[in-house]
């Protein structure tokens, strides 16, 4: 690449590429250290993805959940960001390749880029479902529900609606639940032209329990917080092929659906096969025990993309990533003071995952397992605890509150753009009428008829012809008038 830059370097020069859990919290960990610090990410914010379907069933504005990187230098000055996606790495030069034409060099790199949608190779998914993994597609999400209700304000009063929740993990469970909320206590508010009799919440999970990783009575109460809210299961069933109108499951039964969420798995990003580092199951990169890439002395993955061998796998969640990206952060600092530090040490500090207001379940140290109301407020606190920013924390903290606390009351929606609304059938009080520029084809030989059967004197035509006349004049008035008027007055 001989119209690439060099970036220059003046003390060791750690790259962290990926602005999620675990490249944060390593940037952070590396505060005090004497090292240039650049972090890498081909967005310029980081995304808590634990409230993803907030924005997407309207209760948070994106702006919520989303802290911009750059902010980052306000309190550690050894940093810096730059916007980009790596496209390859040659880690014999210590280099990485940027989008943009730019290489970077590097002492260390902490790889923390994270995963992405995993659609299994089904036919149709890909193409046809929402996933759920990123700003855009919560957003995507949002404005297509959203398209679909207002039309079936207008269309809809005798048709059946469905959303169809694939997997039944934290982001399908959470989804679908708050998806029901909305139906059984929102839309009887805000879409009184909509019987929500038909509208139909449907979770597909091929595993004969939802929150497969949780314990038994956890996975129970949850299962019975989703039907007390009408979410329709479908357990141990798994989705064969998704269409525009639906979905294929393994018994050969379709499934209509007006939109089709995809919650089901994550996978790394193809483009690290460029990336010159082992993979192993997964496609993740293959680690030892402190983090650093098998064969590779000064690269390090942490979060969802890495993978240890035997039994030392770690969940792809939030605190892997982020004790890992602090750990890789020490890590380097011990061996640039020439020290060598124990193992990389997991410590589970629990999960948890909510169903809608007052339900929540939670396996956390020291409180053991917790569901309901308890439960709830702890997924709440955590949650807050952990979104980057102050003004974050308190966005969020006064959308959550007016939403759940003026339960009875708050129906306020956070919404986007819409497409317009053709009407198909016409609602009580209201006629149908065709939109200008559409006549039908009986229409327009009925206008066609009407031309040639119609007087030569007709008297709406002489109206119509006095009137252009009436224009015409008017307006070569005014631009006589115009002319004679001072300019400086």
Known sequence: MGDSQIMPRNRPHVVVVGGGFGGVSAVRALKRADVDVTLVDRHTYNTFQPLLYQVATSTLNPGDITWFLRSIRSKQDNVRFLKGTVTSME??????????GLTLSYDYLIIASGTTANFFGIPGAEEYSLPL???????????????????????????????????????????????????????????????????????VEM?????????????????????????????????????????????????PADMVIWGSGITTHPVIANWGVPLGRGRRIMVDDHLRVQG?????????????????????????????????????????????????????????????????VAELRPFGKLTGFFAWVTWIVVHLYFLLGGRNRLATMIN?????????????????????????????????????????????????????????????????????QADAEADQQVESSAGSVDPRS
């Open 400 to 468: 959550l509150g007016s939403r759940y606390i003026f339960w009875r009351g708050g129906h306020n929606a956070i919404v986007g753009e819409t497409p317009p609304v053709i009407a198909r059938v016409a609602p009580p009080g209201a006629v149908l009428s065709t939109p200008a520029g559409a006549l039908t084809e009986t229409q327009a030989s009925e206008t066609q008829s009407s031309e040639e059967t119609a007087p030569e004197g007709d008297a709406s035509e002489q109206v119509l012809k006095e009137t252009a």
């Open 133 to 203: 993994y990123r700003r855009s597609h919560a957003l995507a999400v949002r404005d297509r529900m959203f398209a679909i209700l207002e039309d079936a304000a207008v269309n809809g009063r005798d048709t059946e609606f469905r959303a169809v929740v694939v997997g039944g993990g934290p982001t399908g469970v959470e989804t679908a639940g708050a998806l029901a909320e909305m139906r059984n206590h929102d839309m009887p508010v805000t879409y009184p032209e909509i019987d929500t009799e038909r509208v139909h919440i449907t979770l």
């Open 91 to 100: 880690h014999s030069t210590r280099t990485i390749n940027l989008d943009g």
């Open 296 to 360: 590779l002395e000064n690269v390090y993955a942490v979060g969802d993309i890495a993978v240890e061998d035997g039994d030392r796998a770690l969940p792809q969640l939030a605190q892997p990533a982020l004790q890992g990206g602090k750990y890789a952060a020490k890590d380097i600092r011990a061996r640039l003071k020439g020290k060598e530090r124990k193992p990389f040490s997991y410590l589970d500090k629990g999960t948890m995952a909510t169903i809608g207001r007052s339900s929540a």
């Open 207 to 255: 595993a004969p329990h939802v929150l497969g990783p949780f314990a038994p009575k956890l996975r129970n109460y949850a299962r019975r917080s989703l039907e007390k809210r009408g979410v329709d299961l479908r357990l141990e069933t798994s989705v064969k092929e998704v269409r525009p109108d639906g979905v294929i499951v393994n018994d050969g039964e379709f499934i």
